[in-house]
């Protein structure tokens, strides 16, 4: 199966808010509250030209938020739909990450994710991330990690 990586226009909005539904509902009950991407405005995030989704086969699939920064690319969120999970989007939008990083001559990426979602953290490990700290921010609780990019010589 062919992927297709682009960036979001206003006409995804509700794929992407569909997709960010169902990809993190199952942690409302184990945070006790909606996850930070749960709560994000879209479409200003659209605006900016930090979303970009990830179309397969079956429509919009996946998506991701990225937001350069000044010495690094901050992955803010990757989201698969339930129903695509298994089949390395989120793998192909994390590489994805990495390649924009590298364009804009970015040495790193760095996220962070809460640290109930411990399948995500163990994934980002096993990509080349490394926890830098944990910290409460707005009522969460966070572990930050980083990955230093190889540049092009």
Partial sequence: MTSDIRSAS????????????????????????????MLDDYRALIDKGHVYVLSDGGGISAILVL????????????????????RGHGRALIA?????????GLRAIRLYTNEAMTENVALYGR???????????????????????????
Avoid: C, W
């Fill in 10 to 37: 206003l006409e995804d909005l509700a794929a992407i808010e569909a997709i960010v539904e169902s990809a993190y509902a199952r942690y409302v009950p184990i945070i006790g509250r909606k996850p930070g991407p």
């Fill in 67 to 86: 937001i350069p920064e000044e010495h690094a690319m901050l992955l803010d969120n990757v989201a698969v739909s339930p129903h695509a999970q298994g």
């Fill in 96 to 104: 994805f990450a990495e390649r924009m990083a590298r364009e804009r």
């Fill in 127 to 153: 990509l080349g991330f490394v926890e830098t700290h944990r910290r409460e921010e707005q009522g969460f609780r966070r572990v930050y990690m980083a990955k230093l990019l190889d540049m092009p010589s």
